[in-house]
């Protein structure tokens, strides 16, 4: 009401009303998610919170990483925060953000921690998390690095464990339907009393053939002793082989000398739109 006194006097009908306006004003310029906005701002954040973490660290035992002893964790807190603020918008910008991160060479554990987020707030985004981070530690030199990488992998739903041949080997890819061209990793995993392992392969072939042979490495190691329960430990390896381009044919995977392969995967085509894993016998 206050500002009633202020409004034009009505005009009687047939006339039209003349008045002078000026332009509206333009609104202002908002960044793009994909380049100038606040991904940029998150992104430039995050190269300086790697670069304070320190890039290589990952070669450096616990006690000599920068910051060890003071800072280091609240470092770390902060790139869960920057990780799980990037990623939240979408994919293309979690992946720009997680390829930053494998590029780095961080240490696994650490990695592990920003890996998580896709078990939790970010379960949405699992696939996206899992192909890029996640492949990178699945592929790491560390055993136990490896296991633990798959449980949460399937843990997340990101892929899932394949099912067991007579001798328990088992076999599965992550993502968990590549496309092909796609970068895929592919997994076995077999039971052991450690997660360490010796592994002989051939291929992929230009058909996708993989022939693995993997055996634990674990000389003198005795079975895990049951849990206090009674209940057995489960004991299993875990080894990776990274794919940079699936075929268009998919990809089987053999064990040395057996009848059938342990996962025979064939990208969607346009015809059927479906993906096709057939399981061994």
Same mark, same amino acid.
């Given at each position: ?15 039209t ?9 333009e ?34 035992? +616990?006690?000599? /990483?920068? #910051?060890?002893? *003071?800072?280091?964790? %609240? =470092? !770390? ?14 994919? +293309?910008?979690? /992946?720009? #953000?997680?390829? *930053?991160l494998?590029? %780095? =060479? !961080? ?17 949405p ?28 992998a ?72 049951p ?27 053999w064990?040395y ?13 346009p ?11």
């Amino acid at each position: 009401m206050g500002c009633y006194d202020r409004l034009a006097p009505p005009v009687p009908p047939g006339e039209t009303p003349v008045t002078e306006t000026s332009p509206p004003e333009e609104r202002p310029v908002r960044p793009s998610v994909a380049g100038t906005g606040q991904l940029a701002k998150n992104l430039d954040a995050l190269d300086g919170v790697i670069t304070r973490l320190g890039v290589g660290s990952g070669t450096r035992s +616990a006690a000599d /990483r920068p #910051g060890s002893a *003071r800072w280091r964790p %609240a =470092e !770390l807190e902060k790139l869960t925060e920057l990780m799980t603020a990037i990623c939240a918008p979408g994919a +293309a910008g979690c /992946r720009q #953000g997680l390829e *930053r991160l494998v590029a %780095a =060479e !961080l240490p696994s554990d650490e990695l592990r921690g920003v890996l998580a987020i896709f078990m939790g707030p970010l379960r949405p985004l699992a696939e996206t998390g899992f192909a890029t981070l996640g492949a990178h530690l699945l592929v790491s030199p560390d055993a136990e690095v490896r296991d633990l990488t798959f449980r949460m992998a399937v843990a997340a739903g990101a892929t899932r464990r394949g099912e067991a041949d007579d001798v328990g080997r088992r076999a599965t890819l992550m993502p968990q339907s590549p496309l092909p061209g796609s970068r895929v990793v592919v997994v076995v995993e077999l039971p052991s009393p450690c997660p360490k392992v010796r592994t002989e392969f051939k291929g992929p072939d230009i058909n996708g053939r993989l022939d693995v042979d993997v055996q634990p490495a674990c000389d003198g190691v005795p079975p895990p002793e049951p849990s206090a329960d009674g209940f057995p430990v489960p004991a299993r390896a875990v080894w990776a082989l990274p794919l940079e381009s699936l075929p268009t044919t998919g990809v089987s995977v053999w064990a040395y000398s057996a009848s059938a392969p342990l996962l025979d995967y064939t990208p969607r085509g346009p015809e059927t739109g479906k993906d096709e894993v057939k399981e061994p016998q």
